[in-house]
Structures are given as C-alpha cells and as structure tokens.
C-alpha cells in the first residue's frame, strides 16, 4: 500500500512505553477535536474525540488532553503496542460548520 | 458492507482525461464528505452532502471538481480535464449525524489517483 506521510514528523517508542503525541490547533472558535490514526493505505480511524467544554477524556489506553489557552491537544497512548504504529492526526471543527480541519500528523514507530 | 466502500481503489489517468470516484457509505448515513490527502498531507475537505443535499462545497479546488449524491446515499465525485496537482488520495466518510457537528467520521480506504 501507499505510505502516508513521508516527511512528517515521527515519534519512535519502544513495545510498553507510553506515547505522546501533540498538536496545536488554529482556530480558537473551535469547539470539537478528534485524534485519528492512519495506517498505510487506509483512510483514518476515529481514536477519541473531545468537546472544547472538556479539558480531559480517557478512552481504552488512550487519553485525550485539551489546552484552549494555548490551542493545544495531546494523546496519550498507554503501555504502546507494534499495532499502535500509524499516522496520527488531530482535528478540528470550528463552531457551527460542517467541515473537519486535519493537521499534518505525527508518524508513531513502536520498537519491540 | 459494514464499512464505506470506494471504488476505483487505484486509477492513473493520462493529463486532461475525466475522472470519476465513487463512494457507497454507510447504509442509513444522512452526511457524506469528500477530502483530498496529498502525499505526506493531512486530508483536506472539499465537499459535504447531507442526504442529497450538497451543503458545502467550499473545499473544491477548482470547477473541474464536482461531486453528487442524486439519490441521498451513493456519492461520485468527478474531476474533469484532471492535472498533476489533482494526484492525491480521495477519501470518503459517512456519518450517521445529520447537524453541524461532525461526529464520528467513518471513512473508506480511499481512491489514489495518479495523473501522469
């Protein structure tokens, strides 16, 4: 399959560690975000999401921080697995539009 | 199928030819949204219907670019006289929200195009 991402920036783990990945968003009139993973040759998965009257919210090994202050998210991956390895994206939906915004991404690699 | 289905998977098209993408979502899904990923990219939206009303299609680059959704649930996006810069992978989603909030997007695996 195609590879997703050739230039982008990459975090490398190794197998039980715990990951964090990091993303700044643009718009402070944005009111949803979601993390999606991107194995190659596949079109985006749905990790977990989070409103913007949340600062936090944890998933299955995955834990979704929100900084409006500073337009940051992060995820957060629990004890890191070879399957976790993919693209990473965050997006958002600025208020009252219809259209998700996706950010470069971040290429997770798990070591064993 | 359970999931979003596109087709073609891969298509190479020789400059200036007319291209056309199909999308079947998921069965019931009121939104469906077209995203263009380059290499490297992350997707960017070009169009969203919801039934077979297109509401935005403020992300088509060009009006070479044009997407229908007739019957409110198959979708084709069609690039017409297509360029290099059009290769790029197109990704459908379906959602099973019918407002502004996009929920959870299910997505296909996408149509490669490459434009030679």
């Known amino acids: 399959g195609e590879s997703v991402g050739l230039h982008l920036p990459t975090l490398s783990v190794q197998e039980g560690d715990n990951s964090i990945i990091n993303c700044a968003y643009s718009?402070?009139?944005?009111?949803?975000f979601i993390w999606y993973k991107q194995e190659s040759g596949k079109g985006p998965q749905f990790i977990i999401d989070i409103r913007s009257n949340m600062d936090k919210r944890q998933g299955q090994r995955v834990t979704v921080l929100l900084n409006k202050t500073v337009k940051h998210l992060s995820l957060q991956i629990a004890a890191t697995q070879p399957g976790d390895s993919a693209v990473y994206f965050c997006?958002?939906?600025?208020?009252?539009?219809?259209?998700?915004?996706f950010g470069t991404g971040t290429r997770l690699q798990v070591f064993p | 199928g359970a999931g979003v289905s596109q087709s073609p998977r891969y298509k190479v098209a020789k400059r200036g030819q007319d291209v056309a993408l199909r999308c079947d979502p998921i069965?019931?899904?009121?939104?469906l949204f077209w995203y263009q990923q380059a290499l490297g990219q992350g997707p960017e939206f070009l169009t969203y219907f919801q039934n077979e009303a297109q509401l935005d299609k403020s992300g088509l680059p060009s009006d070479r670019f044009f997407a229908e959704r007739p019957e409110g649930s198959v979708s084709t996006l069609k690039i017409q006289r297509t360029q290099q810069e059009d290769s790029a992978v197109y990704l459908c989603a379906s959602s099973n929200r019918g407002t502004t909030y996009t929920g959870e997007l299910f997505f296909g695996e996408g149509s490669r195009l490459t434009v030679l």
């Open positions: 997006a958002e939906n600025i208020e009252n539009t219809d259209k998700l915004i």
């Open positions: 069965s019931g899904h009121v939104s």
């Open positions: 718009n402070s009139a944005s009111d949803y």
